[in-house]
C-alpha cells in the first residue's frame, strides 16, 4: 500500500512547509489468541494492508502537533508540559506517545517539537486496532525524529502504555506487537511472558487460501466496561488458583480450578487455559500440515469466547455460521470482542461467494450489513520516504 494522495500536499498546506518524511503502521487480525496476552500468555495476530499513515517534520517550538487528513483541527501538547498533560478524543492515541516516551523514563527535555498529519485506510472501531496503527506509526515517528534509537519492543510498549495510561483502556500488548512486527504472509508468535516473538510462515498462497475480515460494524471500544470487567476475572481466578497469571496454569489445572472458583469465573479462566493451548497447536499444525488444517482450532477458540468467555454478540455469530456454510475452512471473532469483526480462512475462490451469503444472512435476521474485507498479512511499522 502506498502514501494516500494529497497526504505530503495536506502536510504542506497545513504547517506551511514539506514533511521530512512519511512513516506507517498498519491495524492488525488476530488469527487465534484472544485475551491472552494481559495474562501473559501466547497471542497468534497479523499485520493487516490497511495502515496508518504520518507525515511529520521537526518544528522549532517544543511543541508536538497532530492533525489528520479526515479531521484537521490541530491538536497539541508542549513537551515540557507532559507531565500534566490531560489527553481527549482521537488525538491522545498519538499525542499520548509522546507523553508515554516521557513517562517510560526517555530524556526528552532536548527533543524538538513535532508537526505530524495522520491519514489512516484501517476502519474504525471494527477490532482491527485502528489505535494501535496511530500509536505505532507516531512511536516509528517520534523514534526516528527524536533519534531515540528504541528497538520495536519498546515502542510497542510506548504504544500500551499510551493507550492504558493517557486513554485509560486497561489493553495488553499484542495489538502493538502485531503493528511492529508483521511480516508479509506471516503470523507473529508473541509469548506475551518473556516479550519474545517469532515470524510464522501461513503459506495462505501456496494453499490456495484467503482470510477475510467480516466487520460486524457494530462498535466496540476498550475503554468501556467489558474487556475491563473480564480482565478482572482473570485477575480474580489467577488470585484464587494461587498463580501470578493465568499463562501459569495448563489444561491439567481446569478440574481444580472448577471445584474453587464459581461457574462464571471458571468458564472465563478455561477460556484462557484453552485458548493458550490452541494458539501453540495451531502453530505446531501450521508448521506440520499448513493453513488448510487450522480450522478445527479457529471454531474451538470462537466457541470459547462465545460460551466460556462471553464476548461474542448474535452479529459475530451469525458471521461465523455463515462462513462455515459458506465453504469455510475456520472462523472466529477477532480482536477484543462486544462487537467488531470475525476472520475468516478459506478458500481464495469462495471470496465472492461467502460476501454475497454473509450480505444475505444478515439482512434474514434484520442484522446491518457487514463490511467484508480480503486482508492481507502485511509488513509492520516502517519509514516509507
Ligand atoms: C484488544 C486489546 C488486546 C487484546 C485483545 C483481545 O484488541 O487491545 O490487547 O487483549 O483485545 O485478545
Partial sequence: MTIPPGLVEGFTTLYGTPPTGVWSAPGRAN???????????LVLPFAIDDRTWCAARVNGTGVVSVASTAQPTRHAVAIADLDQARFEGWSGYALGVAWALHASGHDLSRAPGVDILIDSTVPLGAGLSSSAALESAVAVTLNDLWELGLDRMALAKAGQLAEN??????TGIMDQVASLFGQADHAVLLDCASLSTRAVPLSLERSGLALLVIDST????HADGGYASRREACEKGARAMGVPFLRDLTVADLAKAEAILDDETFRRVRHVVTENARVLDTVETLASSGPEAIGELLLASHASMRDDFEISVPEIDLAVETAMEAGAVGARLTGGGFGGSAVALLPATQVHNLTELVHAAASDRGFATPAVLIVTPSEGARRDQ
Fill in 165 to 170: 495510561g493517557a486513554i485509560g483502556a486497561p
Fill in 31 to 41: 488469527l487465534i489468541g484472544e485475551h491472552t496476552d494481559y495474562n501473559n500468555g
Fill in 218 to 221: 457494530v462498535k466496540h471500544a
